[in-house]
C-alpha cells in the first residue's frame, strides 16, 4: 500500500505542474498511469473505468489551485467561459455517464487515439488566420460540449482541446491556457458526478470507492498537486511555453501508444 501511495503522490506532483504550466488538467498523464498501477494492486475488471473516474476527481482540485494563480495575473477569459458553460455542464455529465457502455479495452484504445492526435496538434498545429475569431453564443455551445463530453468520457480536463481551439481562434497563449484551466472545473465537476452514479450499480470494485472514483489515489495526488499547479502556473508566464507544449507532446506519444496496447 505504501508503493501504491509513492506512485500516486508523485504523479500528483508532475501532473499539477504540467496543469498549471500548460493549461491541461493532468488527465492525459494521470489516467496512463492509474490504469497501469490500478492492474497490479486493484482486483477490478474497471482500472480504466476507474483510473478516468479518478482522474476526473482530482482535476477538479487541481484546477482549482491553477486557476487561482491564472487568475492573480488577470489571465482568465472568464467573459469567454461564461458563453461556453452550459456546454460545458451538459456535456460533461453526458459524457462520463456513457462511459459505462464501453469496455475497459475500448475506452483504453480511445484515450491513447486521443493522446496522439493531441500531441499531433502540439508538434504540428497550424496558425490560425489573423481575422479569425470566437463564434457566438450557439455554436460556441455546441463546441464546448463536444470537447466537455469527449473530456469527460476520457478522464481529461478538456484544456488539451480547449487551448488549442482558443489559440486557433486569436486567444492569446497565456489566455487561452488560463481559461482553459477554468474550463477544466465545470467539466471534472459534471463528469465526476456522472462517473459516481453510474458505478453505483457496479458491484465488483474495490473498497474505498465511490462509484468509479478510487480514494485512495485521489488523496495521495491532490495532496501534492494543489501546491504543484499553482507553482506550474506561476512559472507558466515565464518560461517558454511553446517549447514545454513541444517536450509534453513527445511524451504523451509514448503514453497513447501504451494505451493503445493496454
Known amino acids: 500500500m505504501v508503493i501504491e501511495l509513492v506512485v500516486y503522490a508523485l504523479t500528483g506532483i508532475v501532473a499539477g505542474l504540467l496543469a498549471g ?104 498545429g497550424r496558425q490560425p488566420n489573423a481575422e479569425r475569431q470566437l463564434p ?14 469527449l473530456s469527460a ?8 482541446l480547449t487551448t488549442p481551439y482558443l489559440v486557433w481562434n486569436n486567444i492569446k497563449m497565456h489566455q487561452a491556457i488560463a481559461t482553459s484551466s477554468a474550463f477544466g472545473l465545470p467539466v471534472a465537476l459534471s463528469g465526476t458526478i456522472a462517473y459516481m452514479l453510474a458505478g453505483l450499480k457496479v458491484t465488483d470494485l474495490p473498497e474505498y470507492t465511490t462509484g468509479f472514483v478510487y480514494w485512495p489515489a485521489f488523496l495521495a495526488i ?5 501546491f504543484t499547479a499553482y507553482l506550474g502556473a506561476k512559472l507558466g508566464h515565464k518560461l517558454p511555453v511553446f517549447w514545454l507544449k513541444k517536450l509534453f507532446a513527445i511524451m504523451l506519444i509514448g503514453l497513447g501508444l501504451k494505451m493503445l496496447f493496454f
Open 21 to 124: 504550466l500548460l493549461g491541461i488538467g493532468g488527465g492525459l498523464l494521470i489516467v496512463p498511469v492509474l490504469s497501469s498501477v490500478f492492474l497490479i494492486f486493484l482486483d477490478t475488471p474497471y482500472v480504466v473505468h476507474m483510473a478516468i473516474a479518478t482522474s476526473l476527481a482530482t482535476i477538479l482540485i487541481t484546477a482549482l489551485s491553477s486557476v487561482y494563480s491564472h487568475h492573480l495575473h488577470n489571465a482568465v477569459r472568464w467573459d469567454i467561459l461564461r458563453l461556453m458553460l452550459l456546454g460545458i455542464l451538459i456535456g460533461g455529465f453526458a459524457g462520463a455517464w456513457s462511459a459505462q457502455f464501453f469496455s475497459t479495452s475500448v475506452l483504453a484504445k480511445l484515450f491513447g487515439m486521443m493522446e496522439l492526435l493531441i500531441a499531433l496538434q502540439m508538434l504540428y
Open 136 to 149: 457566438g453564443l450557439l455554436p460556441l455551445t455546441g463546441v464546448s460540449f463536444s470537447i466537455s463530453g
Open 153 to 160: 468520457l476520457l478522464g481529461v480536463g478538456g484544456g488539451a
Open 222 to 226: 491532490v495532496s501534492m498537486s494543489i
